[in-house]
């Protein structure tokens, strides 16, 4: 499946598109091309006034619940928390 996103605004420091109303093709879930390069999606996505950055992750994670401990321990919660 590809899906080219239009009109967005990348938000990325490390990238020479950051700040850059742009096109994005995502191919197979991962980016194939940004730019003038990024069309022929089977699908597209208009994204104006939307922003396109990395990937985000939670920092924090509570498990383990005071007098609950026995319903989850560290490789449940880490199974739990990649789902």
Same mark, same amino acid.
């Given at each position: 499946?590809?899906?080219? #996103? ?19 093709? #995502?191919? &197979?879930?991962? #980016?194939?091309? #940004?730019? &003038?390069? /990024?069309?022929?999606?089977? &699908?597209?996505?208009? /994204? ?31 199974? /739990?928390?990649?789902?």
């Amino acid at each position: 499946m590809s899906v080219t #996103i239009t009109d967005v605004t990348i938000l990325d420091p490390r990238s020479p598109f950051h700040g850059k109303k742009t096109n994005v093709l #995502i191919k &197979q879930g991962k #980016i194939a091309a #940004i730019g &003038q390069g /990024a069309a022929g999606g089977r &699908q597209t996505l208009a /994204a104006k006034g939307a922003y396109l950055s990395p990937g985000w992750f939670d920092l924090q994670a509570h498990f383990c619940d005071p007098g609950e401990e026995h319903k989850e321990d560290l490789d449940s919660g880490r199974a /739990a928390a990649m789902a």
